[in-house]
Nanobody
């Protein structure tokens, strides 16, 4: 498994922006697709975005498409989530996760396909 540490969460007004970071250690980061998920109080964890191991492929939930951008820097073992035009409904704890399979060709959306998780970072968007 890989150890993941998220940062960059906070309180922001609706329409604002935040950039989340997830630093990885413990295995070859560049060989694994990475994902961002979020969980609001009383709700299930939901998929936000994923990026392939090479960075050449990305996939987004419809709710964030056009507002959020996932990226990665394999030299820094870090994956990012740039969040723009934030809405109160984006309020949640955000988690990064690493795919189970190295050098995979499928961009997964189910949490079951990810075997390493960070501790989460809180994002709160006020109206």
């Amino acid at each position: 498994q890989v150890q993941l540490v998220e940062s960059g969460g906070g309180l922001v007004q609706a329409g604002g922006s935040l950039r989340l970071s997830c630093a990885a250690s413990g295995r070859t980061f560049s060989s694994y697709a990475m994902g961002w998920f979020r969980q609001a109080p009383g709700k299930e964890r939901e998929f936000v975005a994923t990026i392939s191991w090479s960075g050449g492929g990305t996939y987004y939930a419809d709710s964030v498409k056009g507002r959020f951008t996932i990226s990665r820097d394999n030299a820094k073992n870090t994956v990012y989530l740039q969040m723009n035009s934030l809405k109160p409904e984006d309020t949640a704890v955000y988690y990064c996760a690493a795919d189970r399979v190295p050098l995979g060709t499928t961009l997964h959306r189910s949490p079951a396909n990810f075997d390493s998780w960070g501790q989460g970072t809180q994002v709160t968007v006020s109206s």
